[in-house]
């Protein structure tokens, strides 16, 4: 019953900047790590950023400084704002999440559809 629905992607120019949103929904006891990860066409799938229940975070060097991750626990939400946006960033992004369906469920990593991102010169 657990969904995680993604939006925010599109096309934007060099330098543009969009947000991602990723919300969870269905039958959530809890959640733990949220992730953003990104494949572009013949390329592995990479961790872009990820964010702890307790606000950590950490971001592939490629993004560092121009990427931030951020959640709304009460909304079920995680976020990733990508400003300075490059060509390199162009990609299918997916988020991810640790969640927990009930108190005597164990943690599953769920995965969102994908929202594509395409950055042009």
């Known amino acids: 019953q657990v969904q995680l629905v993604e939006s925010g992607g599109g096309l934007v120019q060099a330098g543009g900047s969009l947000r991602l949103s990723c919300a969870a929904s269905g039958s959530i006891f809890s959640i733990n790590n949220m992730d953003w990860y990104r494949q572009a066409p013949g390329r592995e799938r990479e961790l872009v950023a990820a964010?702890?229940?307790?606000?950590?975070?950490g971001y592939a060097v490629s993004v560092k400084g121009r990427f931030t991750i951020s959640r709304d626990n009460a909304k079920n939400t995680v976020y990733l704002q990508m400003n300075s946006l490059k060509p390199e960033d162009t990609a299918v992004y997916y988020c991810?999440?640790?969640?927990?369906?009930?108190?005597?469920?164990?943690?599953?990593?769920?995965w969102g559809q994908g929202t594509q991102v395409t950055v042009s010169s």
């Open positions: 964010i702890t229940s307790g606000g950590s975070t």
């Open positions: 991810n999440a640790e969640i927990r369906g009930s108190r005597w469920s164990k943690s599953i990593n769920y």
